[in-house]
């Protein structure tokens, strides 16, 4: 019977196979990508008037800022009055329990407010909150 001898031959490099590392990471990476919320703001500094009942609300809100000078902002852009209703209509298509959040500020004009309240009710909102400073 013949015995066979294991040699190390020292000529030849062993290498270590990254392959699988890189397809790991690369899987990571998409599924953080994909995972990330992100947090959307107005866009405008809004000064909130104080509220003894202030609750902190869900991150995931569809936010709406009313200034003092009549202009309503939501994502940074000037939607006015008139686009509060197909703004809040469209953001409400993917989750239609989303909750609306306006911020207004302390010298915005009460009716003007109640026109944005009213516009995101009709486009389908369940529940609309008013931002305030704790």
Do not use: C, W
Request: charged share 20%; no cysteine; net charge negative.
């Amino acid at each position: 019977m013949r015995r066979f001898r294991n040699f190390n031959d020292d000529t030849s490099a062993s290498e270590i196979n990254i392959s699988p590392l890189i397809d790991v990471v690369f899987i990571l990476l998409i599924f953080f990508i994909v995972t990330t919320v992100f947090v959307e703001e107005t866009g405008v500094d809004v000064n909130k008037p104080r509220a003894a009942s202030a609750e902190d609300l869900n991150k995931n809100s569809i936010l709406i800022a009313v200034t003092s000078n009549g202009q309503v902002y939501q994502g940074g852009r000037s939607i006015g009055v008139a686009g509060v209703r197909s703004v809040v209509a469209a953001m409400l298509e993917s989750d239609d329990s989303t909750p609306v959040i306006i911020q207004g500020d302390t010298d915005a004009n009460h009716g003007l407010v109640v026109q944005v309240i009213d516009a995101a009710k009709l486009a389908g909102a369940k529940t609309v909150n008013l931002a305030t400073a704790k």
